[in-house]
């Protein structure tokens, strides 16, 4: 048995000389093992040999630990690399955090050497009064930064005069103002329920059981883990309860936030969105959105109910209608409009509600209507295809590795539930196809798949060209459409550019339906068709020409005196001729007549043709867009940078009159008011430029300026309130139910809508 020296404080002294500080790492004194029985030293002549033994000494406790920290690390850190597989990131060594270097951070001073003042606590209390100060332990504490304060009157002075102490004291004067209004609260409601267990309880008592159950419901945190945490909760010095008696104060959190949202959103113009989903239940879930007059967009969650079966038209209308009228208390005029995704129950049910509330608009959602577009694309030997893969590729680890292995990149995740997930994976295979026959090899190799990866080679192996054509079509076609879905999603003002970025869509459809006009729309596709073609007399080849335009040409000889490189000889249209060698005409080869260019065209086309019968009207009422994307060509005008370069007149505002609620603003009378304001904000959108590239950038741009100019356009500023309200997405409702996953696990699968909608 080893004996560790690190503590003895003999093998010390030998070490250090006198007055060291011991606490410093020690180099130890080596300890010489020998296995023969005399344990005699080796004379200065021979070289010894270390024993095994000492060899095991001297490898672990050449380098003395510290501590169980420095033991640890040296654990993970001396190991030889090519001795164990690389551990996964959840196991690699946390990164402490450090202190800035010397000169960086503020030097520290120490022990102080100032001596306090002979005065009490309560007399700098009275010297500062209303600086949340107040005597704890003995001593001078903020309440409102959470600090120990010095008693020198000078460093008293210096802390309530900061910045950080002035922030936080206006935090904690609203959290007071808070806390007092809840006591109110809760000794009112207890007087009139007297019978209820907790009725004699002190409202001091109260007000933290409440808050203690709000922080709870916040953090996503099951109410049943306060039994656990009660012992450090319980170091407020406040006693708690148990969780059964916790969750009493759950619908009075509830009823508090319906009282917040009534008070924020009173005299604001609100737009509703509403969706439901099967996935967590039959659930429905509704967020209000409105722009205040500081020219902020908010969003709210004002509604999440969990129901006992999926709800038709009628039940579906009569829950929103309740909200607004009951439990939000709007006015009717106040509800700007409601927006939806494009299943049918929901366009039926805001049929019905419009009615209910006429100056409500009614919108689809544009990224479910992208999305819904992108699945009529075509391709059926890709979907086969991708079926098999995803199966496989996306659930399997090891051939995960071999595609990365492959090709240096990590394929993207698949979701069932996530816009465009599946179009994301097939771009990263189109990126990567020169792979994928290896790929498909390497599977088979090692037995990944069995029955899948034979099904992925046999459609493969089919008609490869066809299958990279399906690949390289799906991604010169959809890669618009994609990424205005993702463009689209957010809570900013995407409203103002939902007509520019689907007018580009519709354009590309309609320059797919002729021939002459696709040519360069898939140049992928273009470029896999010509690496399969073999130049002949009677092709035609399309080259640009530097200042002269693009001429058309046809190979009229091949010369093939040369065997390595034979001469291909052009004649153009205009009678000149030219010489090129094979890797210069193959990319001048024109493939618009080929037919798998022309079945490639024909399988997007129909993806197309499905978005412009949406946007005009020509479909099933409760997937009609035409009154949405009008709403949303109007809207254009509530942006400055279109109007600065648009000739805009009286026309443009009486044709506003197609939206409801400006329509029938301040009785009726906001469109003549508008007109009458035309000229100076035309004016004053003079010299006003944006970037329509990022959203982001956009929204910011455009709030400011209207933050800037609204006084002096009164009637303007308050119908863009109105339009910027709108959301033409429904990704507010969709992002409700990805926060319910991440807050609520399994734990807390039953509990009751007014647990989850107080939590949010």
């Given at each position: 048995?080893?004996?560790?020296?690190?503590?003895?404080?003999?093998?010390?002294?030998?070490?250090?000389?006198?007055?060291?500080?011991?606490?410093?790492?020690?180099?130890?004194?080596?300890?010489?093992?020998?296995?023969?029985?005399?344990?005699?030293?080796?004379?200065?002549?021979?070289?010894?040999?270390?024993?095994?033994?000492?060899?095991?000494?001297?490898?672990?406790?050449?380098?003395?630990?510290?501590?169980?920290?420095?033991q640890f690390k040296r654990k993970r850190g001396t190991a030889d690399p090519e001795e164990q597989p690389a551990l996964a990131a959840h196991e690699r060594e946390r990164v402490l955090p450090k202190k800035p270097p010397a000169g960086v951070?503020?030097?520290?001073?120490?022990?102080?050497?100032?001596?306090?003042?002979?005065?009490q606590p309560s007399q700098r209390i009275k010297?500062?009064?209303?600086?949340?100060?107040?005597?704890?332990?003995?001593?001078?504490?903020?309440?409102?930064?959470?600090?120990?304060?010095?008693?020198?009157?000078?460093?008293?002075?210096?802390?309530?005069?900061?910045?950080?102490?002035?922030?936080?004291?206006?935090?904690?004067?609203?959290?007071?103002?808070?806390?007092?209004?809840?006591?109110d609260v809760l000794t009112e409601y207890f007087k009139e329920h007297t019978d209820e267990s907790q009725a004699c309880l002190d409202p001091e008592v109260h007000?933290?059981?409440?808050?203690?159950?709000?922080?709870?419901?916040?953090?996503?945190?099951?109410?049943?883990?306060?039994?656990?945490?009660?012992?450090?909760?319980?170091?407020?010095?406040?006693?708690?309860?148990g969780s059964q008696h916790l969750k009493t104060y759950i619908p009075k959190i509830e009823a508090m936030e319906f009282e917040t949202l009534s008070t924020e959103l009173k005299e604001q113009f609100v737009f509703l969105q509403f969706d439901g989903t099967r996935r967590l239940g039959e659930a429905l879930n509704t967020v209000a959105r409105y722009c205040d007059p500081e020219f902020n967009v908010e969003m709210r969650l004002v509604q999440f109910v969990t129901l006992a079966a999926s709800p038709d038209n009628v039940a579906l209308s009569m829950t929103i209608s309740n909200l607004v009228t009951r439990q939000l208390g709007l006015p009717f005029d106040a509800l700007t409009g409601f927006g939806r995704d494009s299943v049918k129950v929901n366009g039926t049910a805001l049929a019905r509600l419009v009615v209910v509330f006429p100056s409500a608009v009614g919108l689809l959602c544009i990224c479910h209507t992208l999305n819904n577009t992108g699945e009529r694309v075509g391709f059926p030997e890709k979907r086969d295809f991708m079926t098999s893969w995803l199966i496989l590729?996306?659930?399997?680890?090891?051939?995960?590795?071999?595609?990365?292995?492959?090709?240096?990149?990590?394929?993207?995740?698949?979701?069932?539930?996530?816009?465009?997930?599946?179009?994301?994976?097939?771009?990263?295979?189109?990126?990567?196809?020169?792979?994928?026959?290896?790929?498909?090899?390497?599977?088979d190799a090692q037995g990944v798949g069995d029955a899948t990866t034979r099904k992925m080679r046999q459609i493969h192996e089919a008609d490869p060209l066809l299958l990279e054509v399906s690949f390289a079509a799906g991604y010169d076609g959809t890669l618009g459409l994609l990424k205005t879905t993702y463009e689209l999603e957010g809570d900013r003002l995407e409203i103002l550019l939902v007509?520019?970025?689907?007018?580009k869509l519709r354009a590309y459809g309609r320059?797919?339906?002729?021939?002459?006009?696709?040519?360069?729309?898939?140049?992928?596709?273009?470029?896999?068709?010509?690496?399969?073609?073999?130049?002949?007399?009677?092709?035609?080849?399309?080259?640009?020409?530097?200042?002269?335009?693009?001429?058309?040409?046809?190979?009229s000889l091949i010369d093939k005196s040369i065997p390595a490189e034979w001469e291909y000889h052009i004649t153009y249209e205009d009678g000149d001729r030219?010489?090129?060698?094979?890797?210069?005409?193959?990319?001048?080869?024109?493939?618009?007549?080929?037919?798998?260019?022309?079945?490639?065209?024909?399988?997007?086309?129909?993806?197309?043709?499905?978005?412009?019968?949406?946007?005009?009207?020509?479909?099933?009422?409760?997937?009609?867009?035409?009154?949405?994307?009008?709403?949303?060509?109007?809207?254009?005008?509530?942006?400055?940078?279109?109007?600065?370069?648009?000739?805009?007149?009286?026309?443009?505002?009486?044709?506003?009159?197609?939206?409801?609620?400006?329509?029938?603003?301040?009785?009726?009378?906001?469109?003549?008011?508008?007109?009458?304001?035309?000229?100076?904000?035309?004016?004053?959108?003079?010299?006003?430029?944006?970037?329509?590239?990022?959203?982001?950038?956009?929204?910011?741009a455009v709030l400011g300026w209207w933050k800037r100019n609204a006084s002096e356009l009164p009637s303007w500023s308050l119908a863009a309130r109105i339009v910027f309200s709108f959301s033409p997405n429904s990704c507010g409702c969709e992002r409700v139910f990805s926060l319910l996953k991440t807050m609520f696990g399994e734990g807390q699968d039953n509990c009751l809508a007014d647990y989850l909608q107080s939590a949010q």
């Open positions: 048995m080893l004996v560790d020296y690190s503590s003895d404080s003999e093998s010390l002294s030998d070490c250090e000389p006198a007055g060291k500080d011991v606490q410093e790492t020690v180099t130890l004194r080596p300890v010489h093992l020998s296995l023969s029985p005399t344990n005699t030293a080796p004379t200065p002549t021979e070289e010894r040999q270390p024993s095994r033994l000492e060899g095991a000494y001297e490898r672990t406790r050449a380098r003395p630990l510290v501590n169980a920290f420095d951070r503020r030097a520290s001073a120490g022990n102080r050497v100032t001596k306090e003042p002979n005065v010297e500062f009064p209303n600086e949340s100060l107040r005597v704890a332990a003995g001593k001078l504490f903020c309440s409102a930064c959470k600090e120990t304060l010095s008693l020198l009157k000078q460093s008293v002075k210096v802390h309530i005069t900061s910045s950080k102490h002035i922030l936080a004291k206006a935090k904690y004067a609203k959290q007071r103002q808070d806390d007092d209004h809840i006591k007000l933290y059981r409440y808050r203690v159950t709000e922080g709870l419901l916040y953090a996503g945190v099951p109410i049943e883990k306060s039994d656990d945490l009660r012992p450090l909760l319980e170091r407020a010095e406040i006693k708690l309860t590729v996306q659930n399997n680890n090891n051939a995960k590795q071999l595609w990365k292995a492959l090709t240096q990149t990590t394929m993207v995740g698949f979701s069932n539930i996530r816009w465009w997930s599946r179009q994301e994976v097939e771009n990263e295979i189109s990126l990567n196809y020169h792979s994928v026959p290896t790929f498909l090899d390497q599977l007509f520019r970025r689907v007018e320059q797919l339906q002729s021939d002459n006009e696709n040519r360069g729309l898939l140049p992928n596709v273009d470029a896999v068709i010509r690496r399969s073609l073999q130049p002949k007399v009677g092709m035609v080849i399309k080259k640009a020409f530097h200042g002269h335009g693009v001429f058309m040409g046809r190979i030219e010489t090129m060698l094979l890797a210069e005409v193959a990319p001048l080869l024109e493939v618009a007549g080929d037919k798998l260019r022309q079945y490639a065209v024909e399988e997007l086309r129909g993806a197309y043709e499905y978005l412009e019968k949406r946007l005009t009207g020509n479909c099933d009422s409760s997937y009609d867009c035409s009154k949405a994307y009008l709403v949303c060509e109007l809207a254009q005008l509530f942006d400055p940078c279109f109007l600065a370069s648009n000739a805009v007149d009286s026309k443009w505002v009486q044709r506003l009159a197609a939206i409801n609620p400006i329509a029938r603003a301040e009785g009726g009378t906001l469109l003549g008011k508008l007109e009458g304001e035309l000229p100076a904000y035309m004016a004053a959108a003079v010299g006003f430029t944006c970037d329509y590239s990022c959203v982001t950038t956009f929204t910011e």
